[in-house]
């Protein structure tokens, strides 16, 4: 990944509009901002959250509070919980993720 053409700027995330989207269970709430083809997310999962789909966008994620388990659809299985970070490429691996008790993250795709 190049990054290109974005001046210097700051983002207060609280000021960034917030989106809701419902997983098979629980909910995800994302505030998103884009820098040129960068997407960049501060992503909340209430407890309980199951996402409703396999994933293959590949992604850098944060971990900043609570734990989260991802599955991948070979069956394999990683736990992250706050200060952990995984990353995946585009049309990799096909993963899901999941918490019991919610998670705070930054995903940079």
């Known amino acids: 990944m190049k ?6 700027g700051t983002t207060d995330w ?3 509009e917030r989106t809701e989207h419902k997983g098979e269970t629980g909910m995800a709430y994302w505030r998103t901002c884009h820098f040129g083809g960068i997407r960049v ?5 209430t407890p309980g959250y199951l996402a ?5 966008k590949g992604h850098i994620l944060f ?3 609570g734990e989260l388990h991802t599955e991948l659809e070979d069956g ?3 736990f992250l919980q706050a ?3 995984y990353q995946v490429a585009d049309d990799a691996e096909p993963h899901r993720s ?3 008790t919610g998670a705070k993250l930054f995903v940079v795709d």
């Not at 990054?3 to 210097?8: C, E, K, Q, R």
């Not at 409703?52 to 293959?56: A, K, Q, S």
């Open 52 to 56: 409703d789909h396999w994933c293959t």
């Open 83 to 85: 200060g952990m970070s």
């Open 76 to 78: 394999r299985r990683f």
């Open 63 to 65: 971990c900043l509070e």
């Open 14 to 16: 609280e000021t960034v």
């Open 3 to 8: 990054m290109t053409d974005i001046p210097f």
């Open 41 to 45: 997310r501060m992503v909340d999962y």
């Open 98 to 100: 999941f918490t019991t």
